[in-house]
């Protein structure tokens, strides 16, 4: 598994019940940090010399010393934080308060890196839909002391070395309270090749979604070269859930209440019982080189759908057109 499956799932205005798309990342941002129930983790600052783009992993123990089903996210990154994505392992991947630049180990050995929450503006928060369709709410399942990292990706285009950190806050439901799972879906083509002076260039995948998945929110993510995301339902020609032409704050397609939940309804051409999307990014390439699927957000490419679905068990990510685990 490879830094692309670090999705920035663009978190969008959640206001009222239908189906939007929004280029705000911000939700209710004054809303108070402290909750009645949940946690808060702090990175250390890091220091990022002028003109630096880095990608930096902060290891950490997740606080809350029981289970909790979070219903909400808030996060703040202070200025030279370009996005900040948390991930979830099943054992502890370095001691707790490492910090290693690099790519975070997203797989080591038997444990896989699970995304859990993301977000590229300073200031974003979400709050998960309060009706699955049966009254209950939706949240997601934080172990307690689980173990995880933040990705944070920092590019200083000052002249000055600045310090930079993420402060995450997790909303929990009271304890007991009857929820229904939900958790991320992740798509990821690492087939891109752009030549040199292209323009217009889609370049579409399809993936499986799991069996009776709902979704709430659907995004996507590329680089500087898309002009275009969208993700269908299905094959090519397909319903459009959503679209954008604004790479770096793409926003989302937001399905909030029963009514809205969206699910995709074309049958897969690869797993029988199963419905299928399509994903696809469009790119002008004015550079006299050939531009490849990487991490650089100013020299590389990437092509992600992502988005949240329940009823889940755990995250999905389909990678190359193979949806796993």
């Known amino acids: 598994m490879r830094h692309g499956f670090a999705v920035v799932l663009v978190l ?7 189906s939007s798309t929004t280029g705000d990342d911000v939700v209710d941002v004054d809303a108070p940090v402290a909750v009645a129930r949940g946690f808060q983790v702090v990175s250390p600052d890091i220091a990022i010399a002028p003109g ?45 308060g490492t910090v290693t630049p690099g790519d975070c180990g997203l797989q080591s050995g038997t444990s896989i890196a699970t995304w859990t929450y993301a977000a590229q503006m300073p200031t974003a928060a979400i709050q998960l839909p309060s009706d699955d369709g049966t009254g209950k709410p939706l949240a997601q399942e934080i172990p307690a002391h689980a173990h995880a990292y933040f990705q944070m990706h920092y590019l200083n285009a000052t002249d000055q070395t600045i310090m930079a950190h993420v402060t995450l806050d997790a909303e929990a439901l009271d304890a007991g309270a009857p929820y229904t799972p939900t958790a991320a879906y992740v798509t990821y083509n690492p087939n891109l090749s752009i030549p040199a002076g ?4 889609e370049i579409p995948q399809t993936c499986d979604v799991p069996a ?5 929110l659907m995004s996507t993510h590329a680089h500087k070269q898309a002009v275009r995301t969208v993700v269908r339902d299905g094959d090519a020609s397909g319903q459009v859930v959503f679209e954008s032409t604004d790479w770096e704050h793409p926003g989302a397609a937001l399905f909030m209440t029963p009514s809205t939940f969206y699910s995709f309804t074309a049958p897969s051409t690869k797993t029988v019982g199963l419905n299928s999307l399509t994903f696809a990014c469009t790119y002008d390439n004015p550079s006299n080189r050939t531009i490849e699927d990487g991490n650089s ?3 590389d490419e990437m092509c992600m759908a992502s988005g949240y679905y329940f009823p889940a068990t755990h995250p999905r990510f389909c990678f190359n057109g193979f949806l796993f685990p």
Not at 65 to 93: C, L, N, R, V, Y
Not at 198 to 201: F, Q
């Open 12 to 18: 969008a205005a959640a206001c009222g019940g239908g």
């Open 52 to 96: 630096v783009e880095i990608t930096q992993c902060y290891y950490f123990t997740t606080p809350n010393t029981e289970p909790m089903a979070i219903k909400g996210w808030k996060s703040d990154m202070t200025p030279g934080s370009h996005h900040m994505i948390m991930f979830m392992t099943d054992t502890q991947q370095m001691p707790d």
């Open 198 to 201: 292209a323009t217009g260039l």
């Open 212 to 216: 009776g998945a709902k979704f709430w």
């Open 297 to 299: 957000a100013a020299t």
